[in-house]
């Protein structure tokens, strides 16, 4: 991936944006095991609070989840 800084123009999102940051985000998730996956699918989705993701999860409390993202 390659980084052009244009000058003196409004930033605008090229075609293949969309396909470049949907490929790079599969290969993150394909690195991770199913837990840490389950992780940041949650907090991508929009659950955003520690308590939340871990009732989700099924933890009793939030020290398991907060383990994961440390």
């Given at each position: 991936?390659r980084?052009?800084?244009?000058?003196d123009?409004?930033?605008?999102?090229?075609?293949?944006t969309?396909?470049?940051?949907?490929?790079?985000?599969s290969?993150?998730?394909a690195?991770?095991?199913?837990?840490?996956?389950?992780?940041?699918?949650?907090?991508?989705?929009g659950?955003?609070?520690l308590t939340?993701?871990?009732?989700?999860?099924?933890?009793?409390?939030h020290?398991?989840?907060?383990?994961?993202?440390?």
């Open positions: 991936m980084f052009v800084e244009l000058t123009n409004i930033p605008v999102q090229g075609p293949e969309e396909v470049v940051g949907y490929m790079a985000t290969d993150f998730l690195l991770l095991n199913e837990r840490d996956r389950e992780v940041v699918v949650l907090l991508s989705s659950v955003t609070k939340e993701v871990a009732q989700i999860m099924g933890y009793s409390n020290s398991a989840v907060s383990k994961l993202v440390l």
